[in-house]
């Protein structure tokens, strides 16, 4: 959960404004600071030049950080210098990331309650404060979350304000426009953030469904098993049978901003497993301890159509989420069984532990009902994916190039990764059974590419991405401006396309 910080855009002077500590910066190479670190510097009687570069040799490499004291002579007591790294290098998402390593130092720092800081801009492409607010603000965010919910002794530091500060009067109504903006985005990546790393006893599918049902500005319908039944979704039930939790199918709907300017009808689909013990072909103790982030596509969607009511874009947006938990109880499905899924194909149960592809199997027949031009279905999938991919990128494929390519752009540009898999014909031969129409698993080589292959199936007279986020969802380490835990994964990824 991210501390409760404050955000805000002040006109002044950086030397005259109070504050505990100052941020400045320094580009990688540069001896002699100009703009509002040089300013700074001349009011410090060249304090900066002479004896952090010159004397410390801080030579602004990126990510590297200098505290100074400022003995009173500016409004602010501390100035905590970050290097920018070269100025060729640096892009809107490494000021992102940049400004997440700037709050997790602050908040180690003592007696950091106010950060003001200068606006970032030059060497992204052009001066351009509403995108450097939002940047910054995006990082910051994201950088001061932490899931601490359940700790008794909470010790981090606490920053209680955070402030852009620049003298131009229409720099700072740029900056505000790029605050707010990114207020919205951090939100939504912290939201799902919190749900993937709650336990799973507390997210559970019901309780997805009552978060779903708590958002504002959107049209909520959630199926119980019963109704779930009468839709058909037997390969969504049959993963379900094993949990004394009940199954629930979500369906979040934003109708657009104005009706009348639609263009676009969009249905985004998350894997709800709220926690995955891989049923009977149970996991290794290993395996199993973290797999209650398999509901991250969820979380994910949640994020993403909770601040519809913010952003307005002009499409309809569909959120679908098939929640159930994958447990070996009395009634759990088994290998071997069949099972008939929405479209009436049936599907030999090969591995109980390939159970988030049954459950999107429904959810995307449940999509192409929906008379939407465009499916896209996020999921932690495979093994597989990790193993390619590693927890940098996500995979992404799908039945239309186009679709494929405005997704990794719109991921690039939120400052996620993802690297598109094949779906070569050869792999299908792998899923054949002999009994039914499809083995829910193939070959383990090329599970990634099978896993999609199978689930094509389900697609009908769509544009469909799907994005595997298996490594990316949920990290070991602290990586770029998360810290260990869930990421988020997607969310920025899916705002881009749906606003773009």
């Not at 304090?47 to 500016?74: A, H, N, P, R």
Request: hydrophobic share 40%; net charge positive; proline share 3%.
């Amino acid at each position: 959960m991210a501390d409760k910080l404050e955000l805000n855009v002040e006109k002044g002077l950086l030397e005259e404004t109070p504050a505990n500590v100052l941020v400045l910066n320094l580009y990688e190479g540069v001896k002699i600071p100009s703009g509002a670190t040089g300013s700074i510097d001349i009011a410090l009687n060249g304090l900066i030049t002479k004896f952090v570069i010159g004397q410390e040799g801080f030579d602004g490499k990126f990510g590297s950080m200098y505290t100074l004291q400022t003995y009173g002579k500016i409004g602010a007591e501390k100035i905590l210098l970050v290097g920018m790294g070269k100025a060729k290098d640096f892009t809107p998402n490494r000021l992102r990331e940049l400004s997440a390593k700037v709050i997790k130092k602050c908040k180690k720092m003592t007696n950091a309650k106010r950060v003001i800081s200068v606006l970032h801009g030059a060497g992204i492409g052009g001066y351009d404060p509403e995108l450097s607010a939002r940047m910054i603000t995006e990082g910051t965010l994201l950088g001061s979350y932490t899931f601490d919910k359940y700790k008794t002794d909470k010790k981090t530091q606490k920053v209680n304000e955070f402030v852009i500060v620049d003298m131009d009067e229409e720099n700072c109504k740029k900056a505000k426009a790029g605050m707010k903006k990114g207020k919205i985005i951090a939100s939504a990546v912290n939201f799902t953030r919190d749900l993937s790393n709650e336990q799973p006893s507390y997210a559970t599918p019901s309780k997805l469904a009552e978060i779903a049902q708590s958002l504002k500005d959107v049209e909520v319908k959630v199926y119980d098993r019963d109704e779930i039944a009468k839709m058909g979704m037997g390969a969504f039930l049959g993963v379900a049978r094993g949990s004394s939790q009940p199954p629930k199918f979500i369906h979040i709907k934003y109708n657009g901003s104005n009706q009348k300017l639609i263009q676009r009808k969009i249905a985004i689909i998350g894997k709800g497993i709220c926690f995955d013990s891989g049923g009977l072909d149970i996991k290794p103790p290993s395996s199993m301890l973290n797999m209650k982030d398999d509901m991250s596509g969820a979380a994910a969607i949640l994020g993403v159509m909770s601040v519809m009511k913010d952003l307005k874009p002009s499409c309809e947006v569909h959120g679908i989420i098939a929640a159930c938990e994958n447990m070996p109880g009395a009634s759990a499905y088994k290998p071997g069984d069949i099972l008939t899924a929405k479209n009436g194909k049936t599907i030999e149960v090969d591995n109980t532990d390939a159970e988030g592809r049954l459950t999107l199997a429904d959810a995307l027949c449940y999509a192409c009902d929906l008379d939407v031009d465009e499916v896209v279905d996020l999921a932690t999938l495979t093994g597989a994916c990790v193993v390619a991919l590693g927890s940098v990128a996500s995979g992404i494929m799908g039945n239309h190039q186009p679709t494929i390519d405005k997704l990794i752009k719109c991921a690039n540009a939120g400052g996620e990764k993802m690297w598109q898999m094949p779906m070569f014909e050869d792999y299908k031969d792998s899923l054949k059974s002999d009994i039914a129409d499809m083995k829910n698993t193939g070959s383990r080589m090329g599970g990634t590419q099978i896993a999609g292959l199978f689930l094509q199936n389900f697609v009908k007279k769509v544009h469909w991405a799907h994005i595997d986020i298996a490594g990316t969802a949920y990290i070991e380490k602290p990586q770029n401006e998360f810290c260990k835990g869930a990421t988020g994964a997607g969310v920025r990824t899916l705002i881009n396309y749906i606003m773009s």
